[in-house]
């Protein structure tokens, strides 16, 4: 939770006071300086978490679909300024709703949980983890080149793979990812690319599954064309 409430209305507090110094009083000088800045801070903090919790998503603590916008604009102009790659994911929970109806939602709930601290850790910034609804969550992230971009992907196969072991129940994930400027300039763009690639890869994980019964082993597939080839070569792959 930020501070920017808790300044600005204590700065405010501070020049009223300032005012108020007109009056001949040196007792009534440090009352009122004292009075003004709890007061200030009381009220700038309420301003603040009220802020944070409109923007937090209560079951999981990432970021809600209302800072998507906000954190792409920030990243895009840090990936301009350090000729980093800005890559958008979207991440969708396979089979959430058999979990749900198998188990309960206290079950599918605890599943959003375990996913969102996932994601956190794989990529390391809380605040680039965005739930965009349902079980659906995007992740909106700088890589210094493409070979990050990969090591991330495939630590994600392992810790979904590695989570799923602990539970009772197969957890997997379809994730499709786009990136900025070659895919699109804007986040609508490059959401919409990136949720295309994300479902063809559910529908091919879905095919290779009743085929083989077997989990692919790698289901983070996006538009660029290297990694187009890196997965020409693998059997279990989606066609992009």
């Known amino acids: 939770m930020g501070y920017l409430g808790r300044g600005i209305i204590t700065i405010v507090a501070i020049l009223c006071t300032i005012i108020f110094l007109t009056v001949d009083d040196d007792i009534v000088h440090i009352v009122l300086l004292i009075s003004s800045m709890v007061i200030a801070w009381i009220m700038g903090f309420y301003y603040d978490r009220v802020k944070y919790i409109s923007e937090i998503d ?141 479902y063809a890869n559910k529908v091919a994980q879905k095919r290779i599954e009743k085929i083989s019964n077997l989990k692919p082993p790698y289901y983070c597939s996006g538009a660029d064309a290297e990694w187009k080839s890196m997965l020409q070569g693998n059997p279990y792959s989606t066609e992009i």
């Open 58 to 198: 209560t079951l999981t603590g990432v970021r809600n679909r209302r800072n998507a916008n906000k954190v792409f604009t920030r990243l895009r102009r840090q990936a301009s300024r350090k000729s980093l790659l800005l890559v958008v994911f979207v991440v969708d929970v396979n089979n959430f709703k058999s979990i749900n109806d198998n188990f309960d939602h206290h079950a599918g709930d605890s599943v959003l949980r375990l996913i969102s601290e996932l994601l956190v850790d794989v990529f390391r910034i809380r605040n680039h983890v965005i739930r965009w609804g349902g079980d659906e969550f995007i992740v909106i992230h700088t890589f210094q080149n493409d070979e990050k971009l990969q090591e991330a992907c495939n630590l994600l196969h392992e810790q979904t793979d590695s989570l799923s072991q602990q539970l009772t129940f197969d957890i997997s994930l379809s994730v499709g990812f786009s990136m900025f400027s070659k895919d699109g300039d804007n986040l609508e763009d490059l959401m919409g690319k990136a949720d295309k690639e994300m």
